[in-house]
Nanobody, 134 residues
Framework: QVDLVESGGGSVQAGGSLRLSCEVG??????????MGWFRQAAGKEREGVAL??????????ADSAKGRFTISPLVDDDESTFYLQMNSLKPEDTAMYYC???????????????????????WGKGTLVTISS
């Protein structure tokens, strides 16, 4: 059981930045390969993938909406237990509950596929709210 706890959400104006944190518990690299990262759900919309990384290689994968504005920081080694999502140039349409998530994976290509699925990750945090005002 991988435990995930998000923090760092808040309210900022459009054009601003936020950094979300996800603290990962009960995980170490010896457990195998995982995809970890972020999803979000805006009010009245389905949950969507934002960014994932593959633990074994550090490879990163982004939704089109995140490319060029968001950066995910993969866990580098077992001394690290927190990964981040740096969000810049925020827009009102980025307003959502942001969830960190983790799932066993065989390859980075699995992460690419999981990013496109809204409910296939094995483990989820409870979320942190991001509100962007215009």
């Amino acid at each position: 059981q991988v435990d995930l706890v998000e923090s760092g959400g808040g309210s900022v104006q459009a054009g601003g930045s936020l950094r979300l944190s996800c603290e990962v518990g009960n995980y170490y690299s010896g457990l195998g390969h995982y995809c970890m990262g972020w999803f979000r759900q805006a009010a009245g919309k389905e949950r969507e993938g934002v960014a994932l990384f593959f633990t074994s290689t550090g490879g990163t994968f982004y939704a089109d909406s995140a490319k060029g504005r968001f950066t995910i920081s993969p866990l580098v080694d077992d001394d690290e237990s927190t990964f981040y999502l740096q969000m810049n140039s925020l827009k009102p349409e980025d307003t959502a509950m942001y969830y960190c998530a983790a799932s066993r994976a065989n390859s980075g290509d699995t992460c690419r596929k999981l990013l496109l699925q809204n409910n296939s990750m094995n483990y989820w945090g409870k979320g942190t709210l991001v509100t962007i005002s215009s």
